[in-house]
């Protein structure tokens, strides 16, 4: 069973950075999207931020709105996905999560979330 585990949520000011980590373990080989994904409140629609392929993890795809301020990086030795933020916007507060599939429509599996807040 694959398990994700995220870290690194905090509290920042608008114009901070971050970094978010996911620790995936269980997984028993073979290549696999993973990502990061962000709920702004409960109820409100979760939307994808970016994403990357593990063969190779140069396939990346980032939402338009994050796009020059994120940067997702794969460390495969050590199973772990990052999430550089940089330039924090309040609109950027939101729970993170870390999920992974087969493919881009497929989501399998999902981290519990790390919470990260924007102050202005």
């Known amino acids: 069973q694959v398990q994700l585990v995220e870290s690194g949520g905090d509290s920042v000011q608008s114009g901070g950075s971050l970094r978010l980590s996911c620790v995936v373990s269980?997984?028993?080989?073979?290549?696999?999207?993973i990502g990061w994904f962000r709920q702004a409140a409960p109820g409100k629609k979760r939307e994808g931020v970016a994403?990357?392929?593990?063969?190779?993890?140069?396939?990346?795809y980032y939402a338009d709105s994050v796009k020059g301020r994120f940067t997702i990086s794969l460390d495969s030795d050590k199973n772990t996905l990052f999430l550089q933020m940089s330039s924090l916007k309040p609109e950027d507060a939101a729970m993170y999560y870390c999920a992974a599939g087969p493919c881009m429509r497929a989501w399998d599996y999902w981290g519990q979330g790390t919470q990260v807040s924007v102050t202005s």
């Open positions: 269980g997984h028993t080989g073979g290549s696999y999207y």
């Open positions: 994403v990357i392929w593990t063969a190779g993890g140069t396939t990346t």
